[in-house]
């Protein structure tokens, strides 16, 4: 069943019978929180975020980190990068392995 406009919607396939459906992983329903967008903003702003961070950096923190960590699924952590590289706060520089997230100066 599907859910439009707030009702169950039954989805039947061309042979007859039921199909079921399923969600987009990567499909976000709303806006990134401003609090995970914050977060992120803090992480990269710290000392040891100079150079950039890596996306691991913004929920995997060694012991010796001092940085702030993003407390966000990985989801949300995307959805609101995607937001602030969007609003021009956050820049991508891509190296030959990984893309490096920074703050724009």
């Keep these: 069943m599907e859910k439009v406009a707030g009702k169950k919607k039954k989805v039947i396939s061309a042979a007859g019978t039921r199909k079921k459906t399923r969600k987009d992983p990567l499909a976000t329903s709303s806006a990134p929180s401003t609090k995970v967008r914050d977060s ?4 990269l702003s710290h000392v040891e ?8 950096n913004f929920f995997l923190l060694h012991e010796e980190d001092q940085r702030p960590g993003v407390k966000a699924s990985t989801k949300e952590i995307l959805s609101a990068l995607n937001t602030l590289l969007k609003e021009g706060k ?6 030959e392995l990984e893309v490096t997230f920074r703050l724009v100066s």
């Design 40 to 43: 992120i903003i803090k992480a």
């Design 49 to 56: 975020a100079e150079d950039g961070l890596y996306f691991r």
């Design 90 to 95: 956050v820049r991508v520089d891509y190296d």
